[in-house]
């Protein structure tokens, strides 16, 4: 990996500035950037707001600008194939009695 590249796996990108809201809706949100030359490469969601939450949505919460970033295909556990979304496997679902049933609005609370 060359040294000017910027990744979270070597925390080059971070979390920066103060927490802001946009005109479009209440999420609080906080940029992302690259610590070694300071641009701004995204935002990420910190807490979604209930008209958010309540609407179509991808559920992604860490947003990249498309002029700012590239991706690269990550291959899966077998080395051969390359890793999609639709083909992870299933988590298995809790059973502890401890999970709690969090409605939306108390997630953001």
Known sequence: MSTSSCSFKDRTVDLIGRCYFTEICKCKLKDIACLKCGNIVGYHVIVPCCSCLLSCNNG????????????????????????LWGNLPEIEEST???????SAEECIR
Do not use: K, P
């Not at 947003?63 to 051969?80: C, E, K, P, W």
């Not at 502890?96 to 969090?102: A, F, S």
């Open 96 to 102: 502890d009695e401890d999970t709690l049933d969090i």
């Open 60 to 83: 992604h919460f860490w947003m990249f600008h498309s002029q700012a970033v590239y991706g690269i295909n990550r291959l899966d556990s077998t080395g051969v194939n390359f890793l």
